[in-house]
């Protein structure tokens, strides 16, 4: 199953880089539009916002869990950062941001939301875009391929910071900083998406679901109904006795196969709005 | 209610769809008011854009560019883009995307945009598509490779 995951990653992250980008200048443009009181058009981000938030409201985060290009960099330093220190250093455990400050920082996503999204409706978020801060802006240099900063000092430099912070905590970005994870978070997701905890059949004081969550959700208080879960399905091969599940593995007695159905209608509706390169 | 979480963000994101549906009623109204004006004053400036244009050809006025088409090429987002630039007495008459092979198309379509609003404007001093920064850089310098090249030898 890890495995499944990391080639699906792999495949979207050379497909369709650009999708989280995309989908969240759809926020910006619905807002700037709104800031120049024009009339909102449906175009090519608009249409990258609806589609990925339909999906997400279908399926649950799917799209954060196994396709987005900034959730699969993440993964990649954070396996990295735990392989050169356990490995070449010779630590027992990788440096971890301790998990009574995660859901705290949890909250800076909704702010750095409610920013760009005010900064774009009140019309300054052309000024602020001057000093070249984007983050994303420079990851997207380097998915084309071209190693270099483009003038963008201040984005490099909080790249390079949100890079240190992947390597000492999984999914820093996704559930700490990134805006369009504030919105999946925030949309109602239909309660048959989410993954079931049998807990009558629990071994009593058992905890490995919650401690294998990268994104810190207590499922024996919280249970799944919670906007935080980014869809990874880490929790169900932890579980010894394969007590978390869902209707789609019960129905098809598999766990990989709703994963590949998933990612191929995720495939096909980027090829549907454009994003597949 | 059975799914208490789910409830209250459908019912946030309906009173969100609904603010933005009222916004767009709003805009639509008034875009539909505002175009009305424009198109009569598009009218008159065709006119007056062609009254030049005769008054140009009839007394041989010097011009900056020499008339003809140009192409002309700008560094995107992946890679090169290209254009050609038609200018007739040194009004820009139309202009072609002729290819954009490494732009994300997603992206490309966003910047695409700025094309119709050089034409319309008649400069290139517009400003860069929010989400599809280099895209833009790429067609407006491509629109300015074209200018440059049609410009009198004696200028």
Redesign the interface.
């Known amino acids: 199953m890890a495995l499944l995951r990391a080639a699906v990653q792999a495949v979207f992250f050379v497909v369709m880089p650009g999708a989280f980008m995309a989908a969240f200048s759809g926020v910006k443009s619905i807002f700037l539009a709104v800031s120049e009181g024009s009339v909102l058009e449906l175009n090519s981000f608009v249409a990258a916002l609806l589609g990925l938030s339909g999906f997400t409201v279908l399926f649950g985060r799917f799209f954060c869990g196994f396709a987005c290009a900034f959730g699969t960099l993440g993964d990649f330093v954070y396996w990295l950062s735990g392989l050169v220190q356990t490995k070449l250093l010779r630590r027992k455990k990788q440096v971890q941001i301790p998990e009574r400050f995660v859901p705290v920082l949890q909250m800076i996503k909704y702010l750095v939301l409610a920013v760009i999204v005010t900064a774009c409706a009140v019309g300054i978020y052309a000024n602020l875009n001057q000093y070249n801060w984007n983050p994303w802006s420079v990851f997207s240099f380097l998915t084309s391929l071209r190693f270099t900063l483009n003038g963008y000092i201040i984005g490099g430099i909080l790249l390079a910071a949100i890079i240190v912070g992947m390597a000492c905590k999984e999914r820093f970005f996704c559930q700490f900083l990134c805006p369009m994870g504030a919105i999946f978070a925030l949309l109602p997701q239909f309660p048959f998406s989410a993954l079931q905890r049998d807990e009558e059949n629990c071994i009593k004081g058992c905890r490995a679901c919650s401690m294998k969550c990268p994104v810190g959700i207590k499922l024996e208080k919280d249970g799944f109904r919670n906007g935080e879960c980014i869809g990874c399905e880490k929790c169900t091969g932890v579980c010894p006795k394969a007590n978390i599940t869902r209707w789609d593995r019960k129905l098809v007695r598999n766990e990989m196969l709703p994963v590949i159905v998933k990612a191929v209608l995720l495939l096909g509706l980027g090829v549907l709005l454009r994003l597949v390169r | 209610m059975k799914?208490p979480?789910?409830?209250m963000?459908?019912a946030?994101?309906a009173a969100i769809v609904a603010v933005?549906g009222g916004?767009?009623s709003v805009?639509?109204a008034?875009?539909a008011a505002v175009a009305e004006n424009e198109a009569a004053i598009e009218e008159v400036e065709a006119y007056n854009r062609e009254i030049q244009l005769e008054n140009a050809r009839r007394q041989a006025v010097e011009t900056y560019y020499e008339d003809g088409t140009y192409e002309g090429e700008g560094k995107g987002?992946?890679g090169p883009i290209r254009v050609s630039v038609t200018l007739e007495y040194d009004v820009i008459t139309d202009i072609r995307v002729l290819s954009h092979d490494?732009e994300?198309?997603?992206?490309f379509?966003?910047a695409e945009a700025l094309v119709q609003q050089v034409v319309s404007g008649q400069t290139t001093d517009v400003?860069a598509v929010?989400?599809?920064?280099?895209s833009s850089k790429g067609i407006l310098e491509a629109i300015n490779n074209a200018l440059d090249k049609a410009v009198k030898s004696e200028n």
């Open positions: 799914y979480n789910f409830m963000k459908l946030a994101l933005l916004y767009q805009a639509s008034r875009a987002y992946g490494a994300d198309p997603a992206y379509s966003m400003d929010s989400g599809a920064t280099f």
